[in-house]
């Protein structure tokens, strides 16, 4: 493709982007496609002949829009809401035309460079101490993964290179995310070695049954090795108590990881700052700026204060990528699993950049006043009740009538094409989710979900 046509067909894209960042509010934020109806509109094989670029960008606004499940909806309120912002998009488009690997600094020094200046930046805005160290991985699950490879090279440094030779047990609340028993599979730890300790009438890990739970295997002789804490658990965004949890870590020189991949966003905040209160006392933490803080996916934010325990985990340098001429330089190689690693760190230097601090946190805390609107409505509503506290700009409520009339409201809404809102278990019971977190989202998108949900109810 010539610059000349690439231009072109840039121009093109760029105007379908704009109209379509214009336009997705009026779009069904559910898709209405059926398994395999896109896979039945395109060919079997691939093509022996190359395309036209304006055939495949003719079929691709034709094609996968209406396959699309909108993201980038501000009525779009299940799992965690995110937002594409403009400005992360245009990192995104840059990132692609460089095209660079950021796996040695010497690869491309602007990626190992930038990811640090921008983890910097968010470590100071979220009032982490200066001691943290950054890297981006892609998701807050790979970033767990590799903090507790870290508890585990600490425990056993010897694994590296003998294996696991007792069993390594691993803390977390019942509320924690699914990504810790992942990692904990993945790194030959067993599942049977995670423990899922009880959390309270607020969904906060209770540390005096974590205390006990760590005591139990000291005695059975097994060795505990990491506990993991949340802050803004995923079905309820609840928050454990980090100052008692890192008290206990500490007396059991357990390594301790902070699972604040959506709540730890709200720190930014003026109103939400003290949500990581304690958070210092952490070996590691991972924050999602992919979730609540306008970077496109992916763009998981980790951090560690043991960089060098990381760092002995993973670094092993074969011949090819050996480089003695930059003494001292980081190469981002050397904390994790992935050799290659793309130029995220441009989208994010984008988005704090265009919003600055106080711009982001305007929008934080403008969702948090909006779901505590949102909630309010809810109890001005007998039929209605909130399930859980809103900490942040989760809302989680429920009919009172019972599973199948919540059922009946959560299929309805997202069959409307109005909203997409989706929903978890509480002791038993079904509970539905209004996550807010896209920028677009406004009170009176809020106001017409809570309107329709009254209609169905
Ligand atoms: C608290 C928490 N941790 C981890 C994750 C996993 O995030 P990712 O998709 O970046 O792996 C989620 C996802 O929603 C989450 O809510």
New binding site residues.
């Given amino acids: 493709m010539s610059p000349e046509e690439f231009r072109e067909h840039a121009h093109r894209t760029v105007d379908w982007m704009a109209d379509y960042l214009a336009t997705v509010g009026e779009l069904p934020v559910l898709t209405r496609v059926k398994p395999g109806d896109l896979t039945r509109k395109v060919p079997s094989s691939g093509p022996e002949r190359g395309e036209p670029m304006d055939a495949i960008l003719t079929d691709f606004e034709r094609l996968i829009p209406p396959a699309i499940t909108h993201w980038n909806h501000p009525r779009f309120l299940a799992?965690?809401a995110i937002t594409g912002s403009p400005p992360g998009i245009l990192g995104e488009m840059l990132a692609a035309t460089l095209n660079v690997n950021g796996m040695l600094w010497k690869s491309s020094p602007a990626v190992t460079e930038l990811e640090a200046v921008t983890l910097s930046w968010l470590r100071q805005w979220i009032g982490l101490p200066e001691e943290f160290f950054g890297v981006i991985y892609?998701?807050?699950?790979?970033s767990?993964m590799h903090a507790i490879a870290a508890a585990r090279h600490m425990a056993q440094p010897e694994s590296r290179t003998a294996g696991l030779r007792a069993n390594l047990t691993v803390y977390c609340s019942e509320q924690?995310?699914s990504?810790i028993d992942k990692a904990v599979l993945t790194l030959g730890m067993g599942l049977d070695n995670l423990r899922k300790i009880p959390s309270d009438s607020r969904f906060s890990m209770d540390p005096a049954a974590l205390e006990r739970a760590i005591g139990d295997d000291k005695a059975a002789g097994l060795q505990p090795c990491c506990a993991v804490a949340?802050v803004?658990?995923?079905a309820l965004a609840a928050i454990d108590p980090l100052p008692a949890i890192a008290d206990i870590a500490e007396r059991h020189g357990l390594w301790l990881h902070i699972?604040a991949?959506?709540?730890g966003t709200a720190a930014i905040s003026e109103s939400h700052q003290n949500v990581l209160d304690g958070a210092g006392r952490a070996h590691s933490l991972?924050i999602?700026p992919?979730?609540w803080m306008l970077t496109p996916v992916?763009l998981?934010a980790f951090y560690t204060r043991r960089p060098d325990t990381l760092r002995a985990a993973f670094s092993l340098i074969p011949e090819y990528l050996r480089t003695e001429d930059e003494p001292g330089v980081v190469n981002l190689m050397d904390y994790g699993v992935q050799l290659g690693r793309r130029f995220r760190a441009l989208k994010l230097w984008f988005v704090m950049r265009y919003y600055g601090r106080e711009g982001l946190a305007a929008i934080i805390e403008r969702h948090c006043r909006d779901a505590a609107e949102f909630a309010s409505w809810i109890e001005a509503d007998p039929r209605f009740e909130v399930s859980a506290p809103v900490l942040f700009s989760l809302v989680c409520f429920r009919h009172r009538a019972g599973d199948a009339a919540n059922r009946r409201i959560l299929d309805g809404i997202n069959a409307s094409g109005l909203a997409f809102l989706s929903h978890t278990v509480l002791d038993g019971q079904l509970v539905l989710r209004a996550a807010i977190g896209n920028a677009a989202t406004t009170i009176e998108d809020l106001r017409r979900v809570w309107d329709k949900i009254r209609e169905l109810a």
């Fill in positions: 799992y965690f892609d998701t807050a699950s790979i767990t924690a995310h990504s949340t803004g658990t995923t699972d991949a959506y709540g991972v999602n992919h979730k992916d998981s």
